[in-house]
Structure formats: C-alpha cells, structure tokens
C-alpha cells in the first residue's frame, strides 16, 4: 500500500497562509462562486498555476507561493489537487467544463 512521505515545511507560516486560502475558496460557502469564477474565466480547476497567476486564490496566495521552497510549493499543489476532488459531484456535474481534462 502506498504511503506518502512526510516531508517537514520549511516556512510554515507563508506555507499556511497559502493553504488558508485554498481552504478558504473550496469552503462550502464560497466552492460556488469560486467555480463559476473559473469557468467565467475560462480556466481548468486542475491547473494550479494558472489558477493561482489569475489571482482566483488571491493575490496574496500568489505573492505567498511564490515566496515557497520547491518542496512546500510540491506540497501545496498536492493539497490543492487532493482538496479540488473533495467537491460535491453535483457542483463537478454542474461545472464540468471547468473539472474536463481536454
């Protein structure tokens, strides 16, 4: 069975304060609007990147990732493609545009 790492976060506060905000946008009260911001934009949930660049996490989470060690930054885009998948299949039915891998 397979087990991932543990890898210590060197700069736990910047590290938090970019998950905060990814937490922040999946919330139950605010999946929604964070969804359909996405799909306004033309953007695919599953890259971080470019997600992140449009400053749909904020700016600050953008500032904050950027300040990160490769390994954090690793970190982060795992937590984010693991908390992207955590959405209520209606709400990936209704967005699926925005969840297509095309």
């Given at each position: 069975?397979?087990?991932?790492?543990?890898?210590?976060?060197?700069d736990q506060q910047t590290?938090?304060?970019?998950?905060?905000?990814?937490?922040?946008?999946?919330?139950?009260?605010?999946?929604?609007?964070?969804?359909?911001?996405?799909?306004?934009?033309?953007?695919?949930v599953r890259d971080f990147?470019?997600?992140?660049?449009?400053?749909?996490?904020?700016?600050?989470?953008?500032?904050?990732?950027?300040?990160?060690?490769?390994g954090d930054r690793g970190?982060?885009?795992?937590?984010?493609?693991?908390?992207?998948?955590?959405?209520?299949?209606?709400?990936?039915?209704?967005?699926?545009?925005?969840?297509?891998?095309?």
């Amino acid at each position: 069975m397979y087990e991932q790492a543990v890898i210590p976060v060197q700069d736990q506060q910047t590290f938090n304060a970019v998950k905060a905000a990814i937490e922040l946008s999946f919330s139950s009260a605010k999946v929604q609007d964070f969804l359909k911001s996405l799909d306004r934009s033309k953007l695919r949930v599953r890259d971080f990147e470019q997600v992140l660049t449009a400053g749909k996490l904020g700016t600050a989470a953008s500032n904050s990732y950027a300040k990160l060690s490769d390994g954090d930054r690793g970190m982060i885009r795992e937590f984010y493609l693991s908390t992207l998948e955590k959405v209520a299949p209606e709400l990936r039915a209704k967005y699926l545009k925005v969840y297509a891998y095309y």
